[in-house]
Antibody, heavy 122, light 106 residues
Framework: EVHLVESGGGLVQPGRSLRLSCTAS????????MTWVRQAPGKGLEWVSF??????????EYAASVKGRFTISRDDSKSIAYLQMNSLKTEDTAVYYC?????????????WGQGTLVTVSS | SYELTQPPSVSVSPGQTARITCSGD??????ASWYQQRPGQSPVLVIY???KRPSGIPDRFSGSNSGNTATLTISGTQAMDEDDYYC?????????FGGGTKLTVL
């Protein structure tokens, strides 16, 4: 059974850093695009970043709102995806979801983690 | 940047058909996916590749994509379908979500 478990969220002051982890199990991690999606309180889904599989070059992309501050990475040997978040702003407050999509597939995300809450506040 | 536009809310009577639209430039040339999100829960994929249903999704959920509009159709809508729904597509190496539609069953 596929499982995605996010961790690392919490309360952090503006300007500080936080690293989120997404631990995967139940599938061949290296075959999938791993993506972070966030949802601010009472708002809709917002794509944050993705990292492609090694077969597709491990390419990374970021939403304009986080580019230059967030870095996504993956460790296929451990089946973990990371999101390093630097220079955090109050508007980064959200539940952060990890999700997977089959690389080279149709672009949908068929499994999601339960999410981890990041609160940026002084 | 690419945008997907959804109506903020749609209302339907129990047992009737609900249609939720998602509009975007040349959307017909992309694959559209749809997600259902219950309050306090993670999104669930209900339609992928415009028209396909993942296993476990009831057959009252269907999708279409033509012109610049993708549509999620829920036939015989039930009270349990009262949730938020999001469309999603890819554009130029970016993932795009619609703003979401709150479906009310009344």
């Amino acid at each position: 059974e596929v499982h995605l478990v996010e961790s690392g969220g919490g309360l952090v002051q503006p300007g500080r850093s936080l690293r989120l982890s997404c631990t995967a199990s139940g599938f061949t991690f290296g075959d999938y695009v791993m993506t972070w999606v966030r949802q601010a309180p009472g708002k809709g889904l917002e794509w944050v970043s993705f990292i492609r599989s090694k077969d597709y070059g491990g390419t990374t992309e970021y939403a304009a709102s986080v580019k230059g501050r967030f870095t996504i990475s993956r460790d296929d040997s451990k089946s973990i995806a990371y999101l390093q978040m630097n220079s955090l702003k109050t508007e980064d407050t959200a539940v952060y979801y990890c999700t997977r999509g089959l690389d080279g597939g149709d672009g949908s995300f068929d499994h999601w983690g339960q999410g981890t809450l990041v609160t940026v506040s002084s | 940047s690419y945008e997907l536009t959804q109506p903020p809310s749609v209302s339907v009577s129990p047992g009737q058909t609900a249609r939720i639209t998602c509009s975007g430039d040349t959307l017909r040339d992309k694959y559209a996916s749809w997600y259902q999100q219950r309050p306090g829960q993670s999104p669930v994929l209900v339609i992928y590749q415009d028209t396909k249903r993942p296993s476990g999704i009831p057959d009252r959920f269907s999708g279409s994509n033509s012109g610049n509009t993708a549509t999620l159709t829920i036939s015989g809508t039930q009270a349990m379908d009262e949730d938020d729904y999001y469309c999603q597509a890819w554009d130029s190496s970016a993932v795009v979500f619609g703003g979401g539609t709150k479906l009310t069953v009344l």
